[in-house]
């Protein structure tokens, strides 16, 4: 098992950047493919990106590729989500979750996560 817990989110202007961290417990933080999801009032929780084991497999909402970055440091157990060119529709909880085995997957769907944390609010002003 692992404990996940979020930081960095914030309110900025449209156009303004935050770096979202997700530190896990454990020593096995390697094991496990990483992802980050975010929901806003009202509505469906909704894919953002995800990260394999290792960082070399990652996958990213369209709505966010070129923006997001997604990024993981296994000797820190920290995964990061760095989000740049904000705008208000990215206005919503963000959650780090990670899934054990199959860590070569990159998934956006959130039921295939097992371990979930308790979400940081990023809002973006216009």
């Known amino acids: 098992q692992v404990q996940l817990v979020e930081s960095g989110g914030g309110l900025v202007q449209a156009g303004g950047s935050l770096r979202l961290s997700c530190a896990a417990s454990?020593?096995?933080?390697?094991?496990?493919?990483m992802g980050w999801f975010r929901q806003a009032p009202g509505k469906e929780r909704e894919f953002v990106a995800a990260i394999s084991w290792n960082g070399g497999r990652t996958n990213y909402a369209d709505s966010v590729k070129g923006r997001f970055a997604i990024s993981r440091d296994n000797a820190e157990n920290t995964v990061y989500l760095q989000m740049n060119s904000l705008r208000t529709g990215d206005t919503a909880v963000y959650y780090c979750?990670?899934?054990?085995?199959?860590?070569?997957?990159?998934?956006?769907?959130?039921?295939?996560?097992?371990?979930w944390g308790q979400g940081t609010q990023v809002t973006v002003s216009s």
């Open positions: 454990g020593r096995t933080f390697s094991t496990y493919s």
């Open positions: 979750a990670a899934r054990y085995g199959g860590s070569w997957l990159v998934s956006a769907t959130w039921y295939d996560y097992n371990y």
